[in-house]
């Protein structure tokens, strides 16, 4: 079994000495910071298990490097040191994350159970994740990761409608991780115990879609040998999650408008109609407003399924945030693959940094976990990433080279989006992350129709 990963901050050098020689001989492998600048340097590039922090550092001080550390990997346990004690500040650790906090002159009688207890946390931890996923509730656990204010404004929404029944509308590319937010919505509403089902609709054949969605009775098609429950109902008591709604036909438009409005399903070739208490999420990487001016979405039927509206930022536009998603996934791949890898070596992070993802978040997660597949052990190299090794690296600005105002970068950018596309409205917004209305605001601003 690998070592424990430990990370000490003390600007105390001696003190510093003294813990990491203390803890390398209970065994644990440790690495250390004088201040809090050292500290984030050091947890961008790799993982640890505990932290020991202490409160009072040059420059930022612990609480501000507590609340970054948990911004940056929630599940690190962090314990306080201090020599000045003060209640306040003890609480204020406490609510920001930390485990507990120890009273300087260290008793390192007091630290040693106290880092086998976090260790054994850390392990127990783990155990539970391993066998929730063995139990398929994997999607339901998995957290939503991000704090950029894009990710922030998402998280609010959710904990603002999960306890409602309103339907809800996720907007965002393909690979932002919306089925992620309709799990969130669903895992923190009373219907938390009820069923998650999810359901591709641009994945079933039109032919079988009634049938798949409402039931049917035995004999009323050929092959149907046995009754069928259908999704709609075997979502009974929880949540029904339609990702690429757009897909739907118009028939099946209509007859999802009754299950919203009559609250009951009838499967088909029966005349008896089941009651259903049942939460509708929609999802779609398309533009619906676009899709009902063309006619190929009920205008009636998006007006009930958006009443809460969520719109999932693509990974390009939060590229601050793809360090610590990259820790969400290493912890989870170390425990599939049974590796201990520790983080990214620069040249793959600044390969990663520099790339525009038109896959998202699940294109970083597919690039992660491929990179186990080429032998990533103790940290990811760029050769672990053949998909970008070939990528250049971004090139540095020309001294004195003046940078465009973000108003015209954004107006050339639009400019030459139009002009790929040959003015087809719908397919530039799409490939800028906008809404057509969006897209059609700045035109107008820019003049550039």
């Given at each position: 079994m690998d070592r424990p990963r430990v990370l000490v901050v003390e600007d105390d050098g001696d003190l510093r000495d003294l813990l990491v020689e203390t803890l390398t001989r209970w065994g644990y492998h440790v690495t250390s910071a004088g201040n809090g600048t050292e500290a984030l340097t050091l947890l961008e590039g790799r993982l640890f298990d505990v932290a020991l922090l202490d409160i009072w550092l040059p420059g930022k001080d612990g609480l501000q490097l507590?609340?970054?550390?948990?911004?940056?990997?929630?599940?690190?346990?962090?314990?306080?040191?201090?020599?000045?004690?003060?209640?306040?500040?003890?609480?204020?650790?406490?609510?920001?994350?930390?485990?507990?906090?120890?009273?300087?002159?260290?008793?390192?009688?007091?630290?040693?159970?106290?880092?086998?207890?976090?260790?054994?946390?850390?392990?127990?931890?783990?155990?539970?994740?391993?066998l929730r996923a063995r139990l398929g509730r994997e999607l339901a656990e998995r957290e939503l990761v991000g704090t950029s204010p894009q990710m922030l404004e998402v998280k609010q929404t959710i904990a603002s409608v999960a306890n409602s029944d309103s339907p809800v509308l996720i907007e965002g590319e393909s690979g932002t991780g919306k089925e992620l937010v309709a799990a969130a919505i669903h895992g923190q509403s009373p219907r938390a115990t009820g069923p998650f089902v999810p359901v591709n609709c641009g994945a079933i054949p039109a032919e079988l879609m009634e049938s798949e969605f409402f039931g049917h009775v035995r004999g009323a098609f050929s092959g149907a040998v046995a009754d069928a429950l259908g999704l709609v109902r075997a979502?009974?008591?929880?949540?029904?999650?339609?990702?690429?709604?757009?897909?739907?036909?118009?028939?099946?438009?209509?007859?999802?408008?009754?299950?919203?409005?009559?609250?009951?399903?009838?499967?088909?070739?029966?005349?008896?109609?089941?009651?259903?208490?049942?939460?509708?999420?929609?999802?779609?990487?398309?533009?619906?407003?676009?899709?009902?001016?063309?006619?190929?979405?009920?205008?009636?039927?998006?007006?009930?399924?958006?009443?809460?509206?969520?719109?999932?930022?693509?990974?390009?536009?939060?590229?601050?945030?793809?360090?610590?998603?990259?820790?969400?996934f290493l912890r989870r791949f170390n425990a599939r693959f049974h590796r201990s890898v520790t983080g990214l070596a620069p040249a793959a992070k600044a390969a990663l940094m520099a790339y525009d993802f038109p896959g998202n978040v699940r294109e970083l997660e597919n690039l992660i976990e491929r990179a186990y597949a080429f032998g990533a052990h103790d940290e990811i190299t760029r050769e672990n990433l053949p998909a970008l090794a070939a990528a250049p690296a971004p090139a540095a600005a020309a001294a004195g080279e003046e940078l465009p105002t973000l108003e015209a970068a954004e107006r050339d950018l639009i400019r030459r989006a139009l002009a790929r596309y040959d003015n087809d409205k719908e397919k530039a917004a799409r490939a800028l992350g906008l809404t057509v209305r969006t897209l059609y605001r700045r035109i107008n601003k820019f003049r550039l129709a």
């Open positions: 507590l609340e970054e550390i948990k911004r940056h990997d929630s599940a690190l346990e962090v314990v306080m040191m201090t020599g000045d004690p003060l209640v306040s500040t003890a609480v204020q650790a406490l609510k920001a994350g930390a485990y507990d906090y120890l009273i300087k002159p260290l008793n390192l009688e007091e630290l040693q159970p106290l880092m086998r207890q976090l260790i054994e946390r850390r392990f127990l931890r783990q155990e539970v994740g391993s979502a009974q008591g929880g949540t029904l999650f339609l990702d690429e709604v757009a897909e739907l036909p118009t028939a099946l438009q209509a007859k999802l408008l009754r299950v919203l409005q009559e609250k009951e399903v009838r499967p088909v070739g029966s005349a008896k109609t089941h009651s259903v208490n049942v939460r509708i999420i929609a999802a779609t990487n398309r533009d619906l407003e676009a899709a009902v001016a063309s006619g190929r979405f009920r205008q009636d039927l998006y007006y009930r399924i958006n009443v809460v509206r969520i719109v999932v930022p693509p990974l390009r536009a939060r590229k601050d945030e793809i360090p610590a998603l990259v820790t969400h």
